[in-house]
């Protein structure tokens, strides 16, 4: 326990360290009025007619009434002052990370390399959009109760107590309710009755598979059979969801996007996230879309990529059964922002990565050490080399942490680093006529008239 205790310790003080900047921030003009500074229900506070609303409305598009009443909550708590609402979101991330520490510690008795995993998913820079941006509540808190799920899905694979399993099906539905990404978090959970529960039945698992691994498990059929609640509440969800987005008018016909188009860029998303993990630089605030001016070489390129991706996982599986988990953690998790329903403009999102990339970081925290021959100092290098890069990702995710200071450092830098950056371009073209550099202003108010025309409050700035 004292291990366990210390490196909960290093991993709530690198987090804070890297994130306390925070509470300086402000509020930003993408989404946070909506949201927050100027949505009228949220600061009735906790009244009886504003948690009605949370729960019958789909302001935003979504119906996700958990998060309405954690703003509600911060109303009043901090009134309209932006720094209780951004601890509030970085108080969620850091107990995300200490659970999902605690998850993969009980199911694999593996506590460095699930510490590495907690390390990676709390200090990567793409944590910081979900992490700083107060509209992104609901990223924060549904990973909440997405870890929730699952260590409450544990023990009921260890136990079979039906109060366990209720406990599950229960943080789902709440996890839902805030953010509905979750949808495929039923998907993960037969996922991890391959491994590491080792719950599926199977003639012969090899390796260190964790708690529950033995040569008898139960059938498929069952284990789906068993999820079927959870796909009921995922279906639901999705249902809703579906119906909110085209009430809002969010969802593209394919008139407007064809399904080539969303494919390709689907395809080249899953890539480009994998590239954005490895070498995080140029992330920016919104990416325009660029669907319909992809090549076919590049969709192509990016789709035999992750073919010959899942083909090499699908044959190390008997001996390496983490790559395949891991692999379909993050194939499966994506879906449903990848695009193929197309609701709003963006290309991608680094938040769309906050639950999707735990699947990459177990592969690299169980695959690296499985790839080195056993050798006298191989725990040494081991050590050095995850302490060298999880402190170089901590000073780019302090870099990235600086951006969101204000909408001006925010904007300026999605300008610079995207191409035809129309939402960027406005909003910093409204952040300098704020503080009255009106000339400067009109320069960005210009150049989203040019790139997006139809677009009224523009030509009204």
């Avoid at 598009?61 to 009443?69: D, V, Y």
């Avoid at 911060?74 to 107990?95: C, S």
């Avoid at 919104?286 to 899942?310: C, D, N, R």
Wanted: charged share 15%; with cysteine.
């Amino acid at each position: 326990m004292r291990r366990e205790a210390f490196i909960s310790f290093i991993l709530i003080a690198a987090t804070l360290a890297v994130f306390w900047q925070v509470h300086d921030h402000g509020f930003i003009y993408l989404d946070d009025p909506g949201y927050v500074t100027e949505n009228i229900q949220i600061q009735k506070g906790l009244s009886r007619e504003s948690v009605i609303w949370a729960f019958t409305n789909t302001h935003m598009g979504f119906w996700t009434p958990l998060t309405w009443l954690s703003f509600m909550l911060d109303f009043e708590l901090f009134g309209l002052q932006p720094r209780g609402y951004h601890l509030t979101n970085l108080l969620l991330h850091i107990a995300n990370t200490m659970l999902l520490f605690l998850v993969f510690r009980r199911m694999t008795q593996r506590p460095w390399q699930s510490a590495f995993v907690a390390a990676l998913f709390a200090l990567h820079p793409l944590r910081v959009e979900s992490v700083v941006w107060v509209t992104e509540r609901k990223d924060v808190l549904s990973a909440f109760f997405c870890m929730l799920t699952m260590l409450a899905y544990i023990r009921y694979s260890e136990q079979f107590r039906p109060y366990q399993y209720l406990l599950a099906l229960l943080a789902l539905a709440l996890g839902l309710m805030a953010k509905p990404m979750l949808v495929t978090l039923p998907f993960v959970l037969l996922l991890l009755d391959y491994w590491p529960l080792g719950r599926l039945q199977t003639r012969q698992i090899t390796g260190e598979t964790g708690l529950q691994a033995q040569e008898k498990g139960l059938s498929p059929f069952i284990l789906i059979l068993e999820k079927l609640p959870f796909f009921v509440v995922a279906a639901a969800c999705t249902t809703v969801t579906y119906l909110a987005h085209r009430s809002a008018g969010y969802i593209q016909s394919m008139a407007v996007l064809p399904f080539e188009a969303r494919l390709a860029n689907a395809l080249v998303a899953y890539v480009s996230y994998i590239g954005k993990m490895v070498w995080p630089q140029n992330l920016a605030v919104f990416y325009p879309p660029s669907a319909q001016t992809l090549l076919s070489w590049q969709a192509a390129v990016a789709g035999l990529l992750l073919l010959l991706i899942t083909l090499g996982v699908i044959l190390a599986n008997r001996r390496r059964p983490y790559l395949v988990v891991g692999w379909l953690w993050y194939l499966g998790t994506l879906v449903p922002v990848i695009g193929l329903v197309q609701a709003g403009s963006q290309a991608m999102a680094d938040r769309f990565t906050y639950v999707p990339l735990i699947g990459l970081f177990i592969m690299i925290a169980w695959g690296v050490p499985d790839l080195l021959p056993a050798w006298r100092h191989r725990r040494v290098a081991l050590g050095l080399t995850a302490g060298t890069l999880i402190l170089l990702l901590m000073f780019c995710t302090w870099r990235q942490v600086q951006l969101w200071r204000n909408n001006i450092t925010l904007f300026e830098h999605a300008v610079n680093v995207t191409k035809d950056n129309y939402v960027a371009h406005i909003n910093l073209g409204g952040a300098l006529a704020e503080q009255g550099k009106l000339d400067k202003a009109i320069i960005h108010f210009s150049a989203g008239i040019r790139l997006r025309p139809e677009i009224a409050g523009t030509h009204n700035n």
